[in-house]
């Protein structure tokens, strides 16, 4: 019942060509062919960068800035010395890959 036999592909064939014209028929399947090229080639490039974005935020996971030191002594300036620097709570590193992610 579902199985193509030769003249049912015959048949589509000589619909096309009344439909459409014998000489449009090339240009068509031209055209979309070279729509199917396009299609592959972005959606290759699309996966490259991602995967590049992806190495990326590899290479940076690993980088934290150094933390400041709380109880490192000024050099001698000549000038009374001030209270030690109280140094602020550090917020989160957040990896901005995966904040664009997240959104």
């Known amino acids: ?19 459409f014209g014998a000489k449009r028929l090339p240009d068509a399947a031209r055209s979309l062919g070279r729509s199917l090229r396009i299609i592959k080639a972005e ?12 190495e990326k935020a590899d290479a ?11 109880g490192q002594q000024a050099p001698y300036t000549g ?16 990896d901005p890959v995966q904040r664009v992610r997240d959104n």
Do not use: C, E, F, N
Request: no cysteine; hydrophobic share 45%; charged share 10%.
């Open 43 to 54: 959606t290759k490039s699309l996966q490259d960068d991602d995967r590049d974005l992806a």
């Open 79 to 94: 000038q009374p010395q001030q209270a030690p620097y109280q140094a602020a709570p550090q917020q989160p590193v957040v």
């Open 1 to 19: 019942m579902g199985a193509l036999k030769p003249w049912h592909i015959a048949v589509l064939v000589v619909v096309l060509i009344l439909l």
């Open 60 to 70: 940076q996971a690993g980088y934290q800035p150094l933390p400041p030191h709380a």
